[in-house]
Structures are given as structure tokens and as C-alpha cells.
């Protein structure tokens, strides 16, 4: 027991210190599904804030596959065009239920 009332006061600890960097954070009822404030497209506009033209955005993925411990992603680039990526990350911010039949 006294493990676990050290550890409560840890994670009280942690969120003083965090407080002004999560301050933009949505409030989000323990144990729920939580989203960012402008959709989860923020999290991949901050990677590629953070990393430049590595990342790309806006684009439409038609297909993704897994080869080792890389990811292979086909994009439309246009009416009959394609751009097929090798990455060692993905972040993929559509709806699942988009999201489902790609991958």
C-alpha cells in the first residue's frame, strides 16, 4: 500500500510540473478516448513543423504496407499518378473508418 500512495503523489507531482506545457491539452475524463483540439490532424502538422519536408501532408494514402520494420505508403499525387514512400514511421490521422480499408 505504501508503494501505491508514493506512486499517487508521483503522478500529482508530474501534472504540477506539466501543468503549463499540457495547458492547451483538451480535459479528458480518465479512461476515455480523448482528440486534440483541432483533430488529430495537429499531431502529424506538428511532426512536420518539427521536421520539415520529411513529412508529408494532405496527402490521399491508397495503400500501406509493412516490410520488415518498415512502413511502404502509396499515395494519389494525381489523376493517374502515384508517390510510394518508404518510412520507418507512419501517423495516420483520417477516421478509422477510412482509415480500414488501406490497411
Same mark, same amino acid.
Given at each position: 500500500l505504501d508503494?501505491?500512495?508514493v506512486r499517487v503523489q508521483q503522478l500529482a507531482d508530474e501534472k504540477k510540473k506539466n501543468a503549463e506545457r499540457d495547458a492547451d491539452l483538451p480535459s479528458v475524463t480518465g479512461g476515455s478516448l480523448g482528440s486534440f483540439r483541432r483533430g $488529430?490532424?495537429? $499531431?502529424?502538422l506538428k511532426v512536420r513543423d518539427i521536421l520539415g519536408d520529411k513529412v508529408k501532408v494532405s496527402h490521399k $494514402?491508397? #495503400?500501406v504496407t509493412k516490410e520488415g520494420t518498415s512502413w511502404i505508403s502509396t499515395f494519389s499525387t494525381g489523376p #493517374?499518378?502515384?508517390a510510394v514512400y518508404k518510412s520507418k514511421? $507512419?501517423?495516420i490521422t483520417s477516421p478509422?473508418?477510412?482509415t480500414a480499408p488501406i490497411i
Open positions: 508503494g501505491a500512495i $488529430l490532424q495537429s $499531431l502529424a $494514402l491508397i #495503400k #493517374k499518378t502515384t514511421a $507512419l501517423i478509422a473508418y477510412v
